[in-house]
């Protein structure tokens, strides 16, 4: 799919209306391409409001509205969750009073629960809806480990879930796969749904330069990281479906064979359970938890690295990590899937998923191998500015919504 162009009439200032039922902004997932899609969307003269629950941090120069303060909490929360039965309904009619005055030009729903409170506030404005998504509902509630696989509840969610798939003007996928999914599971229409690609800001997201040398130097300094040792990394969401247990077992193994080896695991929740994992393996001076990492923060942790490392399990969501570990040059190990193959390409090191040996020995095969290291880090970076940037991401959008304020 090439690069849409953006018709002139595009120049007209619109108004987007981002619902986001979730604590915006945490330094995760879906988050970051909410934020992402805002900011570029403002650049392209457009107004956007984000409509929101009351927890998160507030980004600059964003219109963020929130519903009030109940439920708030400073520690951001990850999943599904049995609070938002209420906080989405409060979030609905936030929404319908707060923009009852105010012009809208499309309503852009996040998650299946956006859709739910959007399309209420998309048919008010007679404004078309469009729904960002991310991957599955009921999968990603059985992922996370909020219902079980044969819970009947999940009948429900399952209902509500098809629900919302019927409801948009139009669907935008975070992967090929994901339409794919829709179109074939759920029986969408393919003229319904476009695939989107989640995107990376490719010029903060930069290779390591001659210019962070002291910075880097300082940062092993501070994390105690010996200077002669590789470093592996993996920067996300910590939890099994993550496979950050995985990561711990590969570790272990690795480090018995390789000791000059460090792995540097940043993100949240579940760090101490899984920093007493690693302890518990005997890698307590080979492998370094940092909590969590502010997005902002996040490039310059990323150049420390010199391996990156996804051993997500899930098949049904996106994965961004992915993108910022090629937009940073670097050569990048993964469980294999649908998802990872769009867009690692012929580059990186892809291996069965929950295989903990072959896992092992990826990483093994890229610190033995600096030609490789480079050859295949160099092609991710290439990918990753030609494909996968947010200003190229944002014109398919853009194209979207074209479409649906001036339909042929």
Not at 237 to 244: I, K, N, R, S, V
Request: aromatic letters at 8%; proline letters at 6%; charged letters at 25%.
């Amino acid at each position: 799919m090439g690069v849409p162009h953006v018709p002139e009439f595009q120049a007209v200032r619109r108004h987007i209306v981002k619902i986001a039922p979730t604590d915006f902004f945490s330094d995760y997932g879906c988050h970051v391409r909410i934020l992402e899609e805002a900011r570029r969307l403002q650049t392209h003269n457009h107004d956007v409001t984000i409509l929101t629950y009351p927890g998160g941090i507030n980004p600059e120069n964003l219109r963020i509205i929130r519903v009030s303060g109940w439920f708030s909490s400073d520690r951001p929360r990850v999943g599904s969750r049995w609070n938002k039965l209420l906080l989405d309904p409060a979030l609905l009619a936030m929404s319908l009073g707060r923009m009852a005055r105010r012009r809208i030009d499309v309503v852009h729903a996040h998650l299946h629960e956006g859709v739910l409170v959007g399309w209420p506030l998309a048919r008010l404005h007679r404004a078309p809806l469009v729904f960002d998504y991310q991957g599955s509902l009921t999968r990603e509630m059985v992922d996370h480990q909020f219902i079980k696989d044969q819970s009947p509840t999940l009948t429900i969610f399952g209902g509500l879930e098809r629900l919302a798939n019927t409801l948009p003007d139009k669907i935008l996928t975070s992967s090929e796969n994901s339409r794919t999914s829709l179109v074939e599971n759920f029986g969408v229409a393919p003229t319904r749904v476009a695939a989107v690609t989640d995107g990376v800001d490719v010029d903060t997201f930069r290779p390591r330069e001659r210019k962070d040398t002291d910075r880097i130097f300082r940062l092993r300094q501070r994390l105690g990281i010996p200077m002669d040792h590789l470093i592996v990394g993996y920067l996300g969401l910590l939890a099994e479906y993550q496979g950050t247990g995985d990561l711990i077992r590969a570790a272990q193994e690795i480090i018995s064979r390789t000791p000059n080896t460090h792995f540097l695991v940043m993100g949240f929740p579940n760090t101490e359970a899984y920093r007493s994992a690693a302890a518990d393996a005997g890698l307590s001076t080979h492998m370094t938890f940092t909590g969590r990492i502010a997005y902002e923060d996040a490039p310059e942790m990323l150049r420390l690295l010199d391996i990156a490392v996804a051993p997500k399990r899930s098949e049904t969501e996106g994965n961004g990590k992915v993108l910022n570990y090629m937009a940073t040059g670097l050569p990048t190990v993964t469980y294999d899937g649908p998802v990872t193959r769009e867009l690692l390409g012929k580059y990186g090191l892809r291996v069965p998923v929950g295989s903990v040996p072959e896992l092992g020995k990826s990483i093994e095969r890229y610190l033995a191998d600096p030609n490789l290291r480079k050859t295949h880090g160099d092609g991710l970076r290439h990918r990753a500015t030609q494909h996968y940037s947010w200003d190229r991401q944002i014109l398919k959008i853009l194209d979207v919504y074209s479409s649906l304020w001036n339909p042929e």
